[in-house]
């Protein structure tokens, strides 16, 4: 597992694929428990420890996590969450180039719990709740093209469903319509960059994920800078 920032009050975890950050009707061990056992292990807590979700990633992307280490820094966490005061940033490979290749996407996303899909409609229906992001493309390889995205709202598989909606889906992503899957059964979508102001220290917190080793040809981008 690994820590890229802890402090009393949070701590951030670069996510691997595959993991998920809280438990699930799967039965698999959840990212928070790992978390509660390296903690205990770490500090030789002899009770309970508190690990607390601020916010999820699905299961096959990788990058930031950030929880909560005391109930006071996870009420104002959620708190942050719903206002819309915590940036987060994101990486995606797509096979497609955008276009235009800097752009904002506006839809209204439905969601089949029982198929966990969801579907990104140009117009507004009933019982679709309104998505949008922007993106701008950022780099090239001879197959693949690096998309930074940045969230407006937070809907279930949002990038994933709105990219997919114009073409652009992301590599490895066979429910949004890639062709192939990875290797790992990972997509190549990173939660690359968070920042925030601490909920009890109100300084700013600015955190990079590295590139994956994965992310053949990108890896010369991997200069951890505030984006």
Same mark, same amino acid.
């Given at each position: ?9 949070i701590?951030?975890v670069n996510?691997?694929? #595959?993991?998920i950050?809280?438990? =699930?009707k799967?039965? =698999?061990?959840?990212?928070?428990e790992?978390?509660k ?6 500090? !030789?807590?002899? /009770?309970?420890?508190?690990v607390?979700?601020?916010?999820r990633l ?19 966490m959620?708190?942050?969450f719903?206002? #819309?005061?915590?940036?987060? @940033? ?9 276009e ?5 996407l ?13 579907t &990104? ?5 009933? #019982? &679709? ?9 950022? &780099?090239?390889s001879?197959?693949?093209h ?6 407006e709202?937070?809907r279930?598989?949002q ?5 997919s !909606?114009?073409?652009? %889906?992301?590599? #490895?992503?066979?429910?949004? /319509?890639d062709?192939?899957?990875?290797? =790992?059964?990972s ?6 960059h ?13 955190? @990079?994920? %590295? ?17």
């Amino acid at each position: 597992m690994e820590v890229v920032y802890e402090d009393n009050h949070i701590i951030i975890v670069n996510k691997a694929p #595959g993991e998920i950050v809280q438990g =699930d009707k799967t039965g =698999d061990t959840p990212l928070s428990e790992t978390l509660k056992g390296w903690l205990k292990e770490k500090y !030789a807590k002899p /009770g309970n420890v508190f690990v607390g979700v601020t916010h999820r990633l699905d299961r096959p992307v990788g990058g930031l996590v950030v929880f909560a280490k005391t109930s006071k820094a996870l009420a104002r966490m959620n708190e942050m969450f719903r206002n #819309g005061e915590v940036k987060k @940033t994101y990486w995606a490979l797509t096979r497609n180039m955008p276009e235009p290749t800097e752009g904002r996407l506006e839809h209204y996303i439905t969601t089949v719990e029982r198929t966990n899909k969801s579907t &990104a409609w140009r117009e507004p229906r009933q #019982g &679709a709740k309104r998505a949008a992001l922007s993106y701008r493309h950022i &780099a090239s390889s001879e197959r693949f093209h690096l998309l930074e995205i940045n969230l407006e709202t937070g809907r279930k598989h949002q990038i994933r469903v709105q990219l997919s !909606a114009i073409g652009c %889906p992301i590599k #490895g992503d066979l429910k949004y /319509g890639d062709k192939r899957s990875n290797p =790992d059964g990972s997509i190549s979508l990173l939660a690359r960059h968070i920042e925030f102001i601490h909920p009890v220290s109100k300084e700013k917190i600015s955190v @990079t994920a %590295p590139v994956p080793e994965s992310w053949k040809g990108f890896a010369h981008l991997d200069n951890p800078t505030d984006q």
